[in-house]
């Protein structure tokens, strides 16, 4: 009893805390903050949809990018370093606009995916789940992906690097020092970039402690629960998401010629997408099995009680045995994965976006490949 008590007592306090919006990430307190600014500007009393806080996003940051071009003067390597990449002005300023749009766009989007997890535990998985350290595993995971500071740490390493790498090679390449308005712009890239990579990796996390959970699920086929389709959809919609992220970051380094970026997107975002696939559902099979060895050792249990007696002369106690032997061998016949044709459709499906991104990319060097020589 004082297990059930503490377990139940764990769960309330993680509902409680959900619902009063007390896990919120770095993007969550920033967009509250950038909402408030707006509603202070523009009068309003209400708050913004989200879609409008980012397009007011979007346009602020621009703007501030833009600004320090004018600011230092930089427009002539501006130009130069759109030259370089084989462009004509407007569409440099096109491209550079289209990257900070997608970046602080993803932020948002992969933000509101971890509002969903959010809501899916408070509103489903709580309820289900069976033991206090499962709620402990989620608790320590909400702290971490709260965690604002070590987000903004994360955020501002990978600015720095990505700036320095950017402007260093832009650099060499211009044979002057790239900018400081250029610099700033990397910076920025680099900040938001460091911002979705940590949002991505607390997910691949929490897919990484779910094969420890112990869920409460259908007990006649634990792999047809609604538990799992719930946590099959959200984690797979992810990994296509990631999937259109490095589709499109694949197709601009392509273009650009940057084939050294390209390596290194492939290594950080496309083989998390693969190994994000295989967390998910090897943990979800994790549970599954887990479920039904709940359910066979307690037909189990019942049938060597039922041997106990001894009394295999008796019809009612062999037919006892024998429908649950049938339920035995029913259970065990079941599905040990959430895997199926839709599933594996779909992460097929996720690892062709950056292959076809790449192909776009550099579609004369393929038709090259392919055409024949006279």
Known sequence: MPTDTALIEKREELKRRLAAGEYKTLVDIFLEW?????????????????????????????LIVYAAVYVADDLAIFQDL????????????????????????SIVVINQYIARIFVLWRDMILD???SV?????????????????????????????????????????????????????TFVSGILGGVFIYLFWMVVLLSAKLRRYDLKLFPVDPASSELISRLSSVFGSIVYFVAVIASYLTLVAASSGAF??????????????????????????????????????????????????????DKETIEAINRLMDYHDRVKATRNSAIDLGTTLNFINSLLLPIIAFILGNLELVVNLFRKQP
């Not at 720095?160 to 390449?173: G, K, W």
């Not at 970026?261 to 696939?277: D, E, H, K, R, S």
């Open 128 to 130: 289900s789940t069976e």
């Open 260 to 313: 050294l970026t390209l390596g290194i997107i492939l290594l950080i975002v496309w083989l998390p997408i693969i190994a994000m696939f295989i967390l998910n559902q090897t943990s979800l099979s994790s549970i599954i099995r887990r479920a039904k060895w709940k359910t066979l050792n307690g037909i189990q249990e019942k049938v060597e009680k039922l041997q106990i007696v001894e009394n295999f002369e």
């Open 82 to 105: 759109i030259e370089l990449m084989g462009l004509d002005f407007g569409l440099g300023i096109s491209l550079s606009i289209s990257i900070l749009v997608f970046y602080i766009t």
């Open 34 to 62: 950038f909402d408030r600014l707006i509603r202070k500007i523009t009068r309003r009393s209400e708050p913004l949809p989200i879609w409008q806080t980012t397009v007011g996003l979007i346009l602020a940051v621009t």
């Open 133 to 185: 350290t499962s709620l402990e595993e989620f608790e320590s995971w909400l702290e971490r992906t709260g965690n604002w500071r070590w987000n903004l740490l994360t955020a501002i390493i990978v600015g720095l690097l990505f700036s320095t790498y950017y402007v260093a090679i832009s650099s060499i390449r211009l044979g002057v020092f790239a900018g400081y308005s250029f610099t700033f712009g």
